[in-house]
C-alpha cells in the first residue's frame, strides 16, 4: 500500500527556516556583533518575528518590495530576514546614491515600505517625492523618512511575539539586487530564496567550512551583494557574523575587531587589505584564530597578494570570482594555487557549470579568449520587469557574464577584459555609460569617453576623456567635477580629466577605448570582481 506524502511548499528550505532551526537547536549561541552589541540566535529569531508581524499589519505582504537604506548594523540583517520571513522580497539600496537614485531604485522596483535610519532618513524623505507607492516607513533610532514615518522600535515593541504561520516556496525571490548595465540604466537582478542557499551550501562544501569556522566577517556595506551572500555562511553553520561600521575603513580598528572577537574569516576588498597589510604592528597582533583570507570586487596587484600570503602564514588565501546575478561566486582560487596560479580567478565553485564561447556559442579551445557562460542552480531568476534584458543575458540556455576570458591548459581561468564597459574602483561598480551620459548632458561638452586608469589605492579609478563642443569655449574640470556631484553618487564621480580635440574612433564609428587606455597609461591587474 502505497502512502501519499504532502508536498511542504519550500518549509524548511528558506533563509527564515534557517534562523527559526537555529534559534531552537542553539538559542543561546550569538548569531551576530556589532560595535560591542550581539544577539543571540533566539533574540534574532523573536526579532525577526516581530518585524515581519509589523510590517504586516501596515499592509506588507508576500511578493510586496521592502527597500532597506542605512548605514550597516543589526537592525539592516534583522530587516532583510523579516521581509524574506514574511514573503516579501527584500530591496537593499545602496547609501551612497543620491535621491534621484534612489527613487528610480525605489519607483522600478514598485517598493511599498522602506526601513532606513537617521543618517539616511533625510535621503530617503527626498528619494519618495519621486516614489509615492511607498506607504510605510521605518526609521531606526527615529527620524522623519517621509509621510507615516514610524519609530523602527516601537513597532517591534507593539507587534505580536508569536509564531508567524507563513509558508515562503524556495524558488520565491528573496532579494532584488539593483546592478547597472551598458544602457545606464540600474537593473534588478531577483535572487531567490534557493538561489542563495544553494549558493552557501555550495561555497562552505566547496572550501571544506568545518566547526571552527564559527566567526566571520564581511567588511562590505550591507547593501552588496558580498554582505548580503555572506551572512549566509555563518548563519547556515550557526555560527556568529562581525558586522563592520559603514564609513572610511580604518585598517587599526580592523586588527582590533579581529583581535577581540576572534575572527576565523575575514573578507575584505584589496584596497582594504593593502592598508591591513602596512599597519607597522600587524606581525604582533594575535590572529591565530584566522584561519581564511579572502578578496575579491576589485583587481588586486600581484605584489598585494604576496604581502598578504607572508603577513597570514597560518591562513588560507581564498579569491572570490563571480558578479551579482549568480549570487555572486562562481570561482574560487584558493591553497596554494594562490601562487602557483597568481593572477588567475580560479576554477568553477561546485554546483557552477562554464564554458568559454564566441559570439555565435561555440566552444573556443584552450587558451583563447571567449566569454565565460554560466548554468547553474545560484544564477539570478530574472531582471526585475525586464523581460527583453532577461532573454538577452540567457541567450542559448547559459547565462552569460559579459566577462572575457582565457583557460589555461590546467582548467585555471584568467581574466582579459570586461565585455560589458564597467570600471571596479574600490569594489564598487561604475559602468561607463552612466556617467557617459550625465557628461554628455552637460552644455559644454560634445562627446565623452569614461575609461579605467590604474589606481593604487582603487585598483582602478574612472577617468573621463571629453571633447567640447565649442573648442573655443571648452569646459573645466572644476566645472565638470561640480556637475557629476550634483547628479551622481560620489563613487561614480571621475577621479580625473582629459579634454581632447576628439575621439579616437574605428571606421564604423565605435569609440576606440582600448587606444585611450593606452594614451592614458593604462596597466593590466589581477580582476577578480564580484558583481
Same mark, same amino acid.
Given at each position: ?77 534583522? @530587516? ?12 537593499? *539600496? ?75 516556496? %524556495? ?77 572610511? $575603513? ?65 591562513? &588560507?588565501? *581564498? ?24 593572477? @588567475? ?42 523581460? %527583453? ?23 585555471? $581561468? ?33 562627446? *565623452? ?29 572644476? %566645472? ?27 571606421? @564604423? ?9 593606452? &594614451?592614458?597609461?593604462?596597466? @593590466? ?7
Amino acid at each position: 500500500m502505497s502512502v501519499a506524502i504532502p508536498k511542504l511548499q519550500g518549509r524548511g528550505m528558506t533563509l527564515g527556516d534557517q534562523l527559526a532551526r537555529h534559534a531552537r537547536s542553539i538559542p543561546d549561541a550569538t548569531a551576530l556583533r556589532f560595535d560591542g552589541a550581539g544577539l543571540t540566535y533566539a533574540a534574532l529569531d523573536q526579532r525577526v518575528t516581530r518585524l515581519a508581524r509589523a510590517l504586516g499589519e501596515r499592509g506588507v505582504g508576500a511578493g510586496d518590495r521592502i527597500a532597506v537604506l542605512a548605514l550597516n548594523g543589526l537592525e539592516v540583517v534583522e @530587516s532583510f530576514l523579516a521581509g524574506v520571513r514574511l514573503g516579501a522580497i527584500v530591496v537593499p *539600496v545602496n547609501f551612497r546614491l543620491v535621491a534621484d537614485e534612489v527613487a528610480y531604485v525605489l519607483a522600478d522596483s514598485g517598493a511599498v515600505a522602506v526601513v532606513t535610519d537617521p543618517a539616511m532618513a533625510p535621503l530617503m524623505a527626498k528619494a519618495r517625492e519621486q516614489a509615492p507607492g511607498v506607504t510605510t516607513a521605518l526609521v531606526i533610532g527615529g527620524g522623519n523618512a517621509g509621510p507615516g514615518s514610524e519609530d523602527y522600535e516601537a513597532a517591534i515593541s507593539a507587534a505580536d511575539a508569536g509564531p508567524l504561520d507563513v509558508v515562503v516556496d %524556495e524558488d520565491a525571490p528573496a532579494f532584488i539586487m539593483y546592478t547597472s548595465g551598458t544602457t545606464g540604466r540600474p537593473k534588478g537582478a531577483v535572487l531567490t530564496h534557493r538561489n542563495l542557499l544553494m549558493h552557501v551550501f555550495s561555497h562552505v562544501t566547496h572550501l571544506g567550512w568545518d566547526p571552527a569556522d564559527r566567526v566571520g566577517s564581511y567588511a562590505a556595506p550591507l547593501f552588496h551583494i558580498a554582505a548580503v551572500a555572506g551572512l549566509l555562511p555563518n548563519m547556515l553553520i550557526g555560527g556568529c557574523l562581525v558586522i563592520t561600521r559603514s564609513g572610511g $575603513f580604518d585598517p587599526v580598528e580592523m586588527l582590533d575587531l579581529m583581535e577581540s572577537e576572534g575572527i576565523t574569516s575575514l573578507f575584505l576588498v584589496p584596497a582594504m587589505w593593502a592598508a591591513v597589510v602596512a599597519v607597522p604592528d600587524v606581525a604582533e597582533r594575535d590572529l591565530s584564530r584566522l584561519k581564511r583570507i579572502s578578496w575579491g570586487a576589485a583587481p588586486a596587484s600581484t605584489t598585494l597578494l604576496r604581502t598578504m600570503l607572508d603577513t597570514f602564514p597560518q591562513a &588560507e588565501m *581564498v579569491t572570490a570570482f563571480g558578479q551579482t546575478e549568480c549570487s555572486p561566486v562562481t570561482c574560487f582560487l584558493r591553497g596554494e594555487d594562490a601562487l602557483r596560479k597568481i593572477g @588567475s580567478v580560479g576554477t568553477p565553485m561546485l554546483n557552477v557549470e562554464v564554458r568559454v564561447v564566441d559570439e555565435a556559442m561555440n566552444d573556443v579551445p584552450r587558451g583563447e579568449v571567449g566569454e565565460i557562460v554560466y548554468r547553474s542552480p545560484m544564477v539570478m531568476k530574472e531582471y526585475w520587469n525586464k523581460p %527583453e534584458e532577461t532573454s538577452i543575458a540567457f541567450e542559448g540556455g547559459w547565462f552569460h557574464s559579459g566577462d572575457l576570458v582565457r583557460e589555461d591548459d590546467d582548467g585555471y $581561468f584568467f581574466v582579459v577584459d570586461r565585455k560589458k564597459d564597467m570600471i571596479i574602483s574600490g569594489g564598487e561598480n561604475i559602468y561607463c555609460a552612466e556617467v557617459e551620459d550625465v557628461l554628455a548632458a552637460h552644455p559644454k561638452v560634445g562627446e *565623452v569617453a569614461l575609461i579605467g586608469v590604474p589606481d593604487t589605492k582603487y585598483g582602478e579609478a574612472p577617468l573621463a576623456v571629453v571633447a567640447p563642443r565649442d573648442p573655443a569655449d571648452p569646459p573645466t574640470t572644476e %566645472e565638470l567635477a561640480a556637475w557629476c556631484r550634483e547628479k551622481l553618487a560620489r563613487y561614480k564621480n571621475p577621479r580625473e580629466y582629459s579634454i581632447v580635440g576628439a575621439l579616437p574612433r574605428n571606421p @564604423s564609428g565605435k569609440v576606440l577605448k582600448t587606444a585611450l587606455r593606452q &594614451e592614458h597609461s593604462a596597466g @593590466s591587474l589581477v580582476a577578480a570582481p564580484v558583481v
